[in-house]
């Protein structure tokens, strides 16, 4: 298959063509604009012929709209970043609680105040009880599949719940890697036309989003159920993608942890400048791996401990940062870890606010760090780029 | 689409059926009840949070078409992608129709508002006025007229008017949205469908504005909905017109206004409202009619 340059932003709305939405409801935002504005110009060019690109006055209305089309059994694509994603944040709940299959490409970028235009995880972070699907890409590659996997994901009966496919801003959204772009051909056998069974349609009158009483925690729970049922379907969606395009993705990206007794746990694109830190590391006889979270709703607590269960030391690197607590993820993959009898020692490194570059030294002094702490016996948790304050 | 005639001319089949949760009284649902005869069962309902949200309540609703809601500032995206969802899975004869308060579209909707006009979307959106936020139990909106007490603007010592502000031009905002803008009253059914019907017929986007007489926060007998609605317009306090293209037609003209007195005494809301108070909200409205007359049959906006 032959292998194109893309950035990131364009490997999403290369996801998004080839899944052929009805709806695409859009607002700019840096560092995702250039996703929406490839699919205009698509559409400009006749490339979308079964697709109405739309423009919104906001976020806001952007996910509105969303839920909107959704509602009406329309396949919906968007994209957003970072304040826009918590200008949407109210209508996420809204999405997921309607059980709609939206799915939107988010571009992680730091939160105001002060602005930054460079990548952290927050914006994405700030929607993990929003009943949302969340996955977390590596590459462009895996931005692509993600998308065509994510209606699959979102579209199946056992599912019916939006789904939101991360990618690192400028690292990944402005970055051309080469990847392959399947044909039209392969996507529509791998994802069928969305019949959705409940849908508002002529002739069957229903009602959408309508008050309750004490039913709420039936519907929650619903909603729970729903995103523990996509285990099963995220799984079966892997196996299907690989038969007709070759390629294997997992739960977790699990990378030289076979006789691993540090573990490095990452998300995103600072993944593959550790696996390059972690060869050196080998090379010089480091038994250190990787583990990447990949999809973090429904959170892979099995997948995790499968693991990581094995490991000495596990250092946890938030590339976000909860102010009075600390890393995110990192009390996750503790509290997944706790009722282990033999839980290896888990440290908590907080790095790379803003977009604060993650080099392979910074990787490798974490590592060091981490072997540190296996031998004193004694956790860290530690702000790697502020400590000097 | 034919116009009605006259009210005997009106659908007899309902869409909004009995075992609804709204008050004795209440203008909205008796609203929402007529539009639906003019527009019929292929409609969808785009409600924003407010009064009407309680109609449908799990499991049950007095409703015989679809209806959604998503919150309360973004009914006109809503309904816009819903529109658009619809066209592209070949359901274009379906009729979508927003209906939300005064605090959903002057206020807190007001930019999603703002932009399904402006891309001239294929809606009709009904805002019914109850001029504050009704289901909150009665607060400031900027739709609330001068002189009028409300829970964030109460009367005292050293406020006796309540409402010191000078409602929005609402009319004048969505008519230079360039869309077809008209106001209605439960009081004048006819002209209130002959407007939808007009809304319908002319596709894209249209603005209904219907006085959303509300006998708890307005604070008078359920019994007169209907008269409080008329003496609105009758008082100038509620002109009946519309703005096409920039055009201003008055529908409802009257050689002389009755006084403001007669609408104000017989609601809570204005019943401690000092004699200046009145003569200014007078003033307000006269100025609003005359201003009406002026550009009769001429280029309002």
């Keep these: ?389 | 689409m034919q116009e009605f005639k006259n009210l005997k001319d009106l659908p007899e089949q309902d869409y909004f059926t009995g075992g609804s949760s709204a008050c004795a009284g209440c203008g909205p649902s008796m609203e929402l009840k007529l539009a639906l005869k003019a527009l019929g069962p292929d409609t969808l309902v785009v409600n924003a949070s407010g009064c009407m949200t309680l109609l449908p309540l799990y499991p049950n609703t007095p409703l015989k078409v679809s209806w959604i809601h998503n919150a309360i500032e973004n009914a006109a995206s809503t309904a816009a992608g819903a529109r658009h969802g619809l066209d592209m899975l070949g359901e274009k004869d379906m009729n979508v129709v927003v209906f939300a308060g005064d605090g959903a579209t002057y206020d807190i909707g007001f930019a999603s508002l703002s932009a399904a006009a402006t891309k001239n979307e294929r809606i009709i959106y009904i805002c019914y006025n109850n001029q504050s936020y009704g289901n909150t139990g009665f607060q400031w909106s900027t739709a609330t007229p001068y002189g009028c007490e409300t829970k964030t603007t109460p009367r005292g010592k050293d406020n006796p008017i309540g409402t010191t502000d000078v409602h929005k031009d609402m009319m004048k905002i969505m008519g230079a949205h360039r869309v077809y803008a008209a106001t209605a009253s439960l009081a004048y059914p006819v002209d209130f469908l002959n407007k939808l019907v007009r809304a319908k017929e002319r596709g894209g986007f249209s603005y209904i504005e219907i006085l959303g007489t509300c006998n708890t926060g307005w604070n008078f007998d359920p019994r007169l909905t209907v008269k409080v609605s008329r003496l609105a317009v009758q008082c100038g306090m509620w002109p009946l017109y519309e703005i096409d293209k920039g055009l201003l037609t008055l529908n409802k003209d009257f050689q002389e206004l009755k006084p403001i007195d007669e609408f104000v005494k017989i609601q809570g809301r204005y019943r401690a409202l000092p004699q200046e108070g009145v003569e200014k909200l007078q003033a307000l409205i006269n100025e609003h009619w005359a201003q009406l007359k002026e550009y009769n049959g001429q280029r309002y906006v």
């Design chain 1, 1 to 389: 298959m032959k292998q194109t340059l893309v950035t990131g932003n364009e490997a999403a709305a290369w996801g998004a063509r080839l899944a052929r939405p009805d709806y695409i409801p859009t607002f700019p935002i840096t560092p995702q604009t250039e996703c929406i504005e490839t699919l205009a110009q698509w559409g400009a060019d006749g490339e979308l012929p079964d697709t109405y690109f739309d423009k919104m006055e906001s976020e806001h209305s952007v996910m509105s709209a969303a839920v909107g089309a959704a509602a009406v059994g329309a396949r919906v694509f968007t994209a957003t970043s970072s304040q826009g994603l918590l200008l949407m944040h109210e209508v996420l709940y809204i999405a997921s609680g309607m059980r709609l299959p939206i799915v939107m490409a988010t571009v992680s970028r730091g939160l105001s105040a002060p602005v930054t235009l460079w990548s952290d995880h927050n914006d994405f972070l700030d929607q993990r009880d929003s009943g949302w699907l969340m996955f977390h890409a590596e590459n462009n590659q895996e931005v692509l599949d993600t998308v065509i996997q994510a209606y699959r994901i979102a579209e199946d009966p056992r599912v019916l719940l939006p789904v939101m496919v991360n990618m690192d801003g400028y690292v990944l959204s402005f970055t051309d890697e080469p990847i392959n772009i399947p044909s039209p051909e392969m996507v529509d056998e791998f994802l069928p036309a969305y019949a959705p069974a409940h849908t508002i349609e002529k002739g069957r009158p229903i009602t959408v989003g309508p008050p309750v009483l004490e039913d709420y925690s039936i519907f929650r729970a619903q909603n729970h159920v729903a995103a523990r049922n996509a285990f099963e379907v995220i799984e079966e969606t892997q196996d299907d993608f690989e038969k007709i395009f070759g390629r294997r993705y997992h739960m977790v990206d699990e990378f030289m942890l076979d006789d691993a007794e540090l573990v490095l746990v990452t998300q995103g694109s600072m993944s593959t400048t550790a696996k390059a830190a972690i060869m050196e590391m080998r090379s010089e006889g480091i038994k250190v791996g990787l583990l990447r979270l990949r999809v973090i709703r429904p959170w892979p607590a099995g997948a995790i401990v499968r693991a990581l269960k094995d490991a000495k030391a596990v250092a946890v690197i938030d590339r976000n940062l909860a102010p009075g607590k600390g890393g995110i993820m990192f009390p996750e993959v503790v509290e997944t870890l706790y009722h282990l009898d033999d839980r290896p020692l888990v440290s908590s490194f907080v790095v790379g606010l803003g977009g604060n570059p993650q080099t392979e030294v910074k990787i490798k002094e974490i590592t060091s760090k981490l072997k540190e702490d296996l031998v004193s016996g004694q956790p860290r948790v530690e702000w790697n780029d502020i400590e000097e304050m």
